[in-house]
């Protein structure tokens, strides 16, 4: 297991450097000037060259790529072009309402989810089984802004049961979370309803069911547990694109995470937020594919990780 | 004739009588939301639409403009003289004017304030606006710490020396980059000063959360007869400006910081419930099409002139439901300068085809034109893209993102036509030809995209602004006005198109005179001026 976990660590370092060398090579081929967006419109090209220098950019890419990297293992990821601050400030501002909107959403994904996809399996080729997968290929296939934007007209502007968007409390989790929730939850009930089918046809089911047990205990008690690991891997996958940020859910709902936040920079240019968001995302998905892959021995003992 | 008068002043009288009912009430929080975060809250680096207002809220500066006008007065300071030369500038500073940190703010504020601004290392965006003050560019250059061409013989009293007379100089000590900032608390914070803004104007920074949200609190030290009004703004980031519509119609918010959403302008517009709280406005805007002197064939007047008349503005502005008055000159209306009677060239395509023909282009000729890749750009090239074709002139469509449309259009020899804007700054007209129009614009990574530099043209725009006399400001914007007729009936440098509206829609508790609500220097209101109904 440490060797299987140090293993993993240094593959990750690996990636989120690959990560890093792609987008720092991208941005710079940019044909946008960094130097004149922060000199300003009544700058001089001697002014916009001074600029130039003192941010670096007239150097050779890979000595301005090699301080970026110094300064990154030191936990300094630069500032931004636009706002002049620590883009670390300004992601560690965003974590707390990305994770709370993560948590949300994925709690409703798991309960719309696994419920429909236990329930659909259970009735297994009835025509509430159809129609339940077919409710979930529509969700699953639904543009994001269409769900967003309609549980915002109905719920917070003619309703008036929750706010109009926003970040405060539980009130304002609602909707977002519940969008994500109805977005998300096709695929869990996809793949809840698949694994639970297979562990269905397990020796053991067909012994619980010879024993006389009642079969919605079965499938809850016995069953469940038995069919939750392709659920947690997607969970693991989950964290990874949740904490990279929701763009168009957290723009509808006017949510400060960090899917704004790289939002915002990409239409600025902002180079240091997008080098910054895009290794946050890449380290989010490397952890939350990790943490899955770690927790499946605890959930299946079979499974080994060498 | 008094006859008729009578009665009309005398409705005139109950309507200003009912106006002077609503009397401003003290109190009460207002909510601004914006679609993205502000890029700053220090008035050496803000320098959007967005901030810009903000900025003037918690900083003051020598110079202001009365809420609602762009008439000048005194802010900071008490008074001010113009040497006769119109080199000098002395002013005389209001005493017991506090920071809101409790000290009070003196002359050498002002002065370290100024330099801050021209210091290599603040990387201001308006250290531009003070090259005119000797120093400025040596500490640029980093070759001096401080600013020679500013004195303070006393505590309240600091002295302009300029190289040449500027007339604009007054303006550009309203201008935000010229605002009092303390030097204890900018040194403090270097670059992140933007998170703890302490100024001397009307209301105090009291929370900043990036991503989130800026409150502003009522600076009880701050009075101006009477104003401010509202206790406390709290400016929301992150808000679509669709849903912030919404909020606004629900009264869950007062105002947009931001540009009226185009999607929901004929949906509010045509509202009769949301009338009174509809505001269209004028703006210090222009939008036009430039024509690159330096690429084949826009180096010839006659094919400027035929593109002039080629080009249907009224559909244009058609294709955009009408948010914007066609126009033909430079200068939009609310600048002064602007003359109602300039007609410019008219839509003509037979009069157009035959001055190409003229132009030994009779057949036709192909280019580009490149524009910025969102809303509602792309419509303008086509419809644009339509008339052009109409007259033989293949134009192909460019579009781009923001930062590389910049970056494109400010290469001498790439864009043969571009479609853009200008903001002023201030409402003068210097401020729509140095960077736009004239020859130190039109250098690789300027904003001239027509690369048009008239020498003679230059130097009358110089003279204009070298009378600083403020007795002589009507003879100024004579000559203005002369010098923009002459760029477009001379040398055609630009298609003007049009000035576009800005539209405004608030809460019902908002409350304001109306010209508040379309001020031009203060978007969407001056802070100070409104107020909520308890």
């Not at chain 2, 110079?63 to 113009?82: H, N, Q, R, V």
């Not at chain 2, 406390?232 to 808000?239: P, R, S």
């Not at chain 2, 580009?368 to 052009?388: C, G, H, K, T």
Request: proline share 6%.
């Amino acid at each position: 297991m440490p060797a299987y976990l140090a293993r993993r660590l240094v593959q990750s370092a690996l990636i989120l450097l690959g990560v890093s060398i792609i987008t720092f090579l991208l941005l710079h081929f940019l044909p946008a000037d960094p130097a004149r967006m922060v000199a300003g419109r009544t700058a001089s090209a001697a002014q916009v060259e001074q600029v130039r220098q003192q941010l670096g950019l007239d150097q050779p890419i890979w000595t301005q790529y090699g301080r970026y990297l110094w300064k990154l293992v030191q936990g300094d990821l630069g500032r931004s072009y636009l706002q002049r601050t620590q883009v670390t400030e300004l992601i560690a501002a965003r974590l707390p309402a990305t994770a709370l909107l993560m948590l949300g959403a994925i709690l409703c994904e798991l309960l719309i989810g696994v419920t429909l996809g236990a329930f659909a399996a259970a009735r297994r080729g009835t025509a509430a089984d159809q129609a339940v997968m077919v409710g979930a290929l529509v969700f699953v296939s639904t543009p994001q802004f269409v769900i967003a934007l309609t549980l915002l007209y109905v719920f917070a502007y003619w309703l008036g049961w929750f706010p109009i968007g926003g970040f405060g409390d539980f009130k304002h989790l609602v909707l977002p979370a519940v969008t994500l929730g109805l977005l998300g939850g096709g695929w869990y009930a996809r793949v809840t309803r698949s694994s639970v089918i297979e562990v269905l046809r397990q020796d053991f089911v067909r012994t619980a069911r010879a024993k006389g047990l009642d079969r919605w205990r079965i499938v809850l008690v016995h069953v469940l547990p038995n069919a939750a690991l392709p659920v947690i891997a997607m969970i693991g996958i989950d964290i990874g694109y949740f904490m990279s940020g929701i763009v168009v859910v957290e723009s509808v709902f006017g949510w400060p995470g960090i899917g704004q936040l790289t939002w915002q920079a990409i239409q600025q240019i902002d180079i240091p937020i997008i080098m910054g968001v895009t290794l946050v995302s890449a380290c989010a998905i490397v952890l939350g594919n990790l943490i899955a892959d770690l927790v499946a021995p605890f959930i299946d003992p079979r499974i080994k990780l060498r | 004739m008094s006859r008729y008068l009578l009665p009309l002043a005398a409705a005139f009288a109950l309507t200003s009588f009912a106006a002077i009912a609503q009397e401003p009430q003290k109190g009460g929080e207002a909510i601004i939301v914006f679609k993205d975060d502000f890029d700053s809250m220090d008035p050496a680096i803000g320098y959007t639409v967005q901030s810009w207002t903000p900025i003037k809220a918690v900083f003051d500066g020598l110079m202001d403009y009365k809420p609602g006008t762009s008439e000048l007065e005194p802010d900071l300071a008490e008074s001010f003289e113009i040497s006769p030369d119109g080199k000098t500038y002395t002013f005389k500073l209001r005493q017991g004017v506090k920071f809101h940190n409790g000290r009070e703010m003196k002359a050498a504020d002002i002065k370290y304030s100024i330099e801050r601004v021209c210091n290599a290392a603040t990387q201001s965006p308006g250290a531009g606006y003070f090259t005119g003050i000797p120093g400025c560019q040596d500490m640029l250059d980093g070759k001096a710490t401080e600013m020679s061409g500013i004195t303070t013989p006393d505590d309240y009293t600091v002295v302009f020396q300029l190289t040449e007379p500027n007339a604009t100089m007054l303006h550009v000590f309203a201008l935000n980059f010229s605002f009092a900032v303390p030097k204890e608390v900018a040194e403090e914070f270097g670059q992140d000063f933007t998170h703890h803004a302490v100024g001397t104007g009307a209301y105090k920074m009291t929370e900043y959360s990036p991503g989130q949200q800026i409150v502003l609190e009522r600076n009880p030290d701050w009075n101006r007869d009477g104003r401010p009004y509202i206790d406390k703004y709290i400016l929301q980031f992150g808000v679509e400006p669709t849903v912030g519509v919404l909020r606004v119609q629900k009264n869950e918010a007062d105002i947009l910081g931001e540009i009226f959403p185009p999607a929901k302008y004929l949906e509010v517009s045509q509202d009769a419930s949301l009338k009174d709280r509809f505001v269209t406005a004028g703006q210090l805007n222009t939008n036009y099409m430039t024509m690159n002197f330096n690429i084949k064939p826009f180096d010839d007047l006659r094919v400027r002139q035929a593109v002039n008349m080629a080009v249907n503005k009224q559909r244009l502005v058609q294709v955009l439901n009408n948010r914007g008055t066609v126009t033909g000159q430079v200068l939009p209306p609310a600048m002064a300068g602007f003359d109602p009677q300039y007609q410019g060239y008219p839509y003509d395509p037979e009069k157009a085809k035959a001055l190409l023909a003229e132009a030994g282009l009779g057949d036709g000729f192909t280019t580009e034109i490149y524009f910025q890749n969102v809303d509602p750009w792309p419509r303008m090239a086509q419809s644009i893209q339509q008339d052009l074709a109409a007259v033989g002139i293949k134009a192909e469509l460019r579009g781009l993102d923001l930062a590389a449309f910049i970056g494109t259009a400010s290469k001498p020899d790439v864009p043969p036509m571009t479609l853009t804007e200008w903001y002023a700054d201030f409402p003068d007209p210097s401020n729509f030809y140095t960077a736009i129009l004239g020859c130190s614009g039109a250098v690789e990574g300027g904003y001239n995209w027509s690369f048009y530099c008239n020498k003679e043209i230059d130097d009358r725009t110089k003279a204009a602004d070298a009378i600083a006399d403020p007795a002589r400001a009507a003879e100024r914007i004579g000559e203005w006005r002369k010098i923009m007729a002459d760029i477009m009936d001379k040398d055609a440098a630009w298609v003007p198109l049009f000035n576009p509206n800005r539209y405004s829609l608030r809460s019902e508790r908002l409350q304001g005179a109306p010209e508040m609500f379309s001020d031009i220097i203060s978007q969407p209101f001056p802070f100070d001026a409104v107020w909520i109904k308890q």
